[in-house]
């Protein structure tokens, strides 16, 4: 009878950790589904993505004003050497593009198309692992706003660091191989 509640007690901790572990991920993959989401509804609703930090006359912005990173609130993931996303240069907060509409877009009026949010409900907080999240928007192009697409298009991720709290997904991939990297969770936009 001892024995096996010294098995027991040997084994529910890390049965414990695995689950706890899973569910962080299993969050962070649910919340990046829904930033990529709201992302894409914000297309559809004013014809272009939000990557400017200030709009011109209600709609897109300058090439002045073009956002590289949209990022959430929480630390500044490490970097992991060449595949390093930006961290400093041509940032604009979620919450400022899909809940407060910050840069000025115009609205949507009865028939005609706009900025149509909040996209999201709250404000976007950290990741499990206290990291933000991140939004490698600055490379989409080939709409009207943004010029010609470059070949192959490249991929737009939502994504969290994970567990590690290293981005290993490399910043450019093209949109047709790209793939999630090291213990990375996210979401394509595109």
């Known amino acids: 009878m001892l024995a096996a509640i010294a098995v027991l007690a040997l084994l529910l901790p890390a049965a414990i950790a695995r689950v706890v572990s899973q569910a962080r991920v299993d969050r962070a993959r649910a919340e990046t589904r829904v930033i990529a989401a709201a992302i894409s509804q914000f297309r559809a609703d004013t014809g272009f993505y939000?990557?400017?930090?200030?709009?011109?006359?209600?709609?897109?912005?300058t090439e002045a004003d073009r956002v590289q990173l949209l990022v959430g609130e929480g630390n500044i993931p490490l970097p992991d050497g060449p595949k390093q996303w930006p961290s400093a240069a041509g940032l604009d907060r979620l919450d400022h593009q899909l809940i407060t509409n910050?840069?000025?877009?115009?609205?949507?009026?009865?028939?005609?198309?706009?900025?149509?949010?909040?996209?999201?409900a709250s404000d976007v907080g950290p990741d499990p692992w206290g990291n933000r999240y991140m939004v490698n928007v600055g490379l989409v192009s080939g709409d009207a706003t943004t010029g010609p697409q470059p070949a192959p298009p490249l991929a737009v991720w939502v994504i969290s660091a994970g567990p590690d709290g290293k981005i290993?997904?490399?910043?450019?991939?093209?949109?047709?191989?790209?793939?999630l990297s090291g213990d990375d969770v996210g979401a394509r936009v595109r």
Not at 109 to 117: A, D
């Open 50 to 61: 939000p990557l400017w930090s200030r709009a011109r006359d209600g709609g897109p912005g």
């Open 102 to 120: 910050a840069p000025g877009y115009r609205r949507a009026t009865s028939g005609t198309s706009g900025w149509n949010g909040p996209y999201l």
């Open 168 to 179: 290993e997904t490399p910043y450019r991939q093209a949109a047709v191989t790209a793939t």
